[in-house]
């Protein structure tokens, strides 16, 4: 048995990112750069009001000034002249300050009739003027390579005036579950048999870390018919297993894999749930062999494939984000296994309260859909009091 | 000027859940549910091993028994016998207990031979069993009608033998960005102008809060323009308008909307961004009228698109989270109007640290994209110390 972190460092080491594609900016929700993103222009391109109102020199913001309104720099429309002495232009948001001027007046503070403003608070040199670049300049980095890029980041890209986005193509991820007794969702099960809740499970989990699933049908257990599958898989840029992991004589996942040419790097982890966890590679494609009970599956795939996904796409190869929380029930001491615990979150003045959940049976996907944390415990963690410090895996997904 | 919560509840009051449809379960990720997911069947379907061993009568599994291997369930293929006095069924994790057996005797505890297995660590009745029902009986609501569906979820209804789901439409949202000086990214932009960063941003955002975006061309300051492209958003489930809502000359969105029999709800709100926060209707059609600043637009979309959205798409119409942290830098008494400044988070032993960015100005679209979380403040708040509690919204988009 080997650490969970150790796991995971010997899963991004068989991991290569994809290659590059070209998507139109508004397909970038949710891909990952492949190349930083510069700013084309400088924001803003010129000193800019930051109000509606009056651009005039300060030197004539005196409360009773009375100026001569020369014009309007509407937004997008720049003044062409030049703010003389005792003189205005009327200005928006976002218009450029006419040359000559150096403060605004906001129109609050000013009153203008007869083609005239009268000043009525003063106005200091740079007031309400957003200086040409203060938001960034041409040739800045605006976002990095490997980032994930969320709304802001799509918008910021168009800012810096970006049409197209280099990213890194997603990973196709082909899922086989093995197993006699697993049936499509939907269909009739016979005598013995339960629903294959790890395919479309997991499919939506590489979805939303930005993975394409393919989900092979599903193979009962039989060392040919898992040959067959796996055969059928290459070409993936990853195939993650679920079920025939465990110690049994059932074990045929391997068997099947060790037909195809399968390479073993780690089986087995001291880790609860998900002991039976395996990786290895077929020629180029990893292959990353998750538990079958579904609760060990889809703690396996946020501490491994997550991860995994993550670099594969081009983005930071590191472990899911700890957080800290206080503890709401105690805990007996832990034996040499890294436990990860199903709680659910409560909040008080003094912030978050993690409450693992009274059964954490692998088996128990009801309990797990409930959950909204996972608690990591390391190996031989003491006995833990409520309130103590523990840290958490967030399950919003 | 009304509150952020008056403007929330005003929205959610304009606002009337899409109508249904049905999605297979695998496209079922982050879609809300229109009718509870009920189990079709129970899980486990009877008592099943949690190991790899052999199934016996609690009675026989004292310390040197000598038992009689008569046959063996694997999982799928219920043993169709019953377990006497004296007897024993190898089984597998997942496999139905036999009749007559109410023990599982662990693997790593037995030793079998000649076709009979030796009980080397005592079996107590019950011991690694999972009773039928354990994770759900048949007809158990599984998940509520409103939830929004993460992987477990998938999974959940797989198990429960779903191969569709019931689920809101997704609500259709046009974005309509209005200004002179914008121009679409990528392209040549004269002087005076920027490129258009909030239709990309705003569609991003819609997609990411499960709604399908329609980006209407942007229009220039000029009512008539504005006009013809609300009556041509007619058929949205949701119109969304940015820039023009400011209190300038250049206000031709209300203009324009009045062409087309708009009724206003509200204008303008007490708070930092996004003062100038519009709604009202187009006959069915809801229109959010969102800032023209970038920021400010980001920080409304938070507080009122992203929840409008959720409450369209048939799910909870509630504020966005507010989560505790302590703030990382004094702040000053704030005014009346409640304030959501840009912060990064950092971690401590105790728990999250709220930083709020040295420049808040709103038109700072890059201090925005790496900011991880929004600082609510109350109105009239008083000054802060560093380390005082403070609500915050996290960015994680």
């Given at each position: 048995m080997i650490s969970v972190e150790d796991a995971r460092s010997r899963i991004f080491a068989g991991l290569r990112p994809m290659g590059d594609e070209i998507v139109a900016l508004a397909d970038g929700l949710g891909r990952v750069l492949a190349a930083p993103v510069v700013a084309?222009?400088?924001?803003?391109?010129?000193?800019?009001?930051?109000?509606?109102g009056y651009a005039l020199r300060a030197a004539d913001g005196v409360v009773g000034a009375r100026l001569k309104l020369i014009g309007e720099a509407p937004a997008g429309r720049p003044f062409a002249g030049r703010v003389g002495p005792g003189e205005a232009v009327r200005i928006f948001t976002g218009s450029f300050v006419p040359e000559g001027a150096d403060t605004i007046l906001i129109q609050e503070n000013a009153e203008a009739a007869d083609g005239f403003v009268t000043v009525r608070e003063s106005a200091a040199p740079g007031q309400h003027v957003r200086c040409a670049g203060m938001d960034f300049a041409a040739g800045d980095v605006l976002l990095p390579a490997g980032r994930r890029l969320g709304a802001r980041d799509i918008g910021l890209a168009a800012a810096g005036n970006h049409g197209w986005l280099r990213v890194h193509r997603r990973p196709r991820v082909a899922v086989l579950a093995t197993g006699d007794e697993i049936a499509l969702p939907g269909e009739e099960i016979r005598h013995g048999g339960i629903a294959n809740a790890n395919t479309p499970m997991l499919a939506a989990f590489i979805v939303a870390h930005g993975g394409e699933p393919v989900m092979l049908p599903p193979v009962p257990d039989d060392g040919a018919a898992i040959a067959s599958a796996v055969d059928a898989a290459r070409g993936a840029d990853m195939l993650v297993t679920t079920g025939?992991?465990?110690?049994?004589?059932?074990?045929?996942v391997l068997e099947g894999l060790s037909t195809q040419g399968f390479a073993l790097d780690f089986w087995k982890?001291?880790?609860?749930?998900?002991?039976?966890l395996l990786f290895g590679r077929v020629e180029a494609m990893p292959v990353l062999g998750l538990p079958g009970n579904p609760v060990s599956a889809f703690v396996c795939a946020v501490l491994f494939l997550g991860p995994a996904l993550r670099a594969l796409a081009g983005g930071e190869a590191a472990a899911p984000r700890l957080e800290p929380a206080r503890l709401g029930a105690a805990l007996k001491p832990n034996d040499l296994r890294e436990d990860y615990l199903r709680a659910r979150l409560e909040r008080d003045e003094a912030g978050w309260v993690a409450v693992p959940l009274p059964v954490q049976d692998s088996s128990m996907l009801n309990a797990l859909a409930q959950a909204q944390a996972l608690i990591r415990r390391p190996p031989y963690q003491e006995a833990l009091e409520p309130g103590a410090m523990v840290e958490i895996i967030r399950l919003d997904d």
């Open positions: 084309r222009l400088t924001q803003p391109p010129a000193d800019v009001s930051a109000m509606d025939g992991a465990s110690v049994g004589a059932h074990d045929l982890i001291a880790m609860r749930p998900g002991k039976p």
